[in-house]
């Protein structure tokens, strides 16, 4: 079993698109190295409002995809905010390895974060 099937994010933020070449994402890789197709749920909690539970993603098995939390279609219709902070729990069916990303180059000096959730 290579994963897990919950993976909790705590400090999201879509950030503007900055001043460098490069626009600044925000984004989730998920990897699934099983056979089966995962079935995610995303669940996005926010400080000042109600939680947002309808952004569903499917991952083919033995496959990685990245989903960008300034696509639209990626996000099911729902339009994040920018520079909103907000966090993030994913479950899947199957287990599967999430990684968060976002590159912040609102300055010129350009910064990437990127890290693994937690899961449990």
């Not at 952004?55 to 639209?72: A, D, L, P, Q, Y």
Request: aromatic share 10%.
């Amino acid at each position: 079993m290579d994963g897990r099937k919950v993976w909790l994010i705590p400090y999201c933020e879509l950030p503007e698109e900055g001043e460098g070449r490069l626009k600044g994402p925000e984004s989730v890789i998920v990897l699934n190295a099983g056979k089966k197709k995962a079935q995610i749920k995303v669940t996005l909690y926010f400080t000042d409002r109600e939680k947002y539970n309808k952004v569903t993603w499917e991952v083919n098995g033995e496959s990685v995809r990245c989903f960008r939390m300034n696509n639209i279609e990626d996000m099911c219709g729902f339009v994040v905010s920018k520079n909103t902070q907000y966090a993030m729990k994913i479950v899947s069916i199957v287990p599967v390895v999430v990684q968060y990303g976002r590159l912040d180059n609102r300055q010129t000096n350009l910064a990437y974060y990127t890290t693994l959730g937690f899961s449990k």
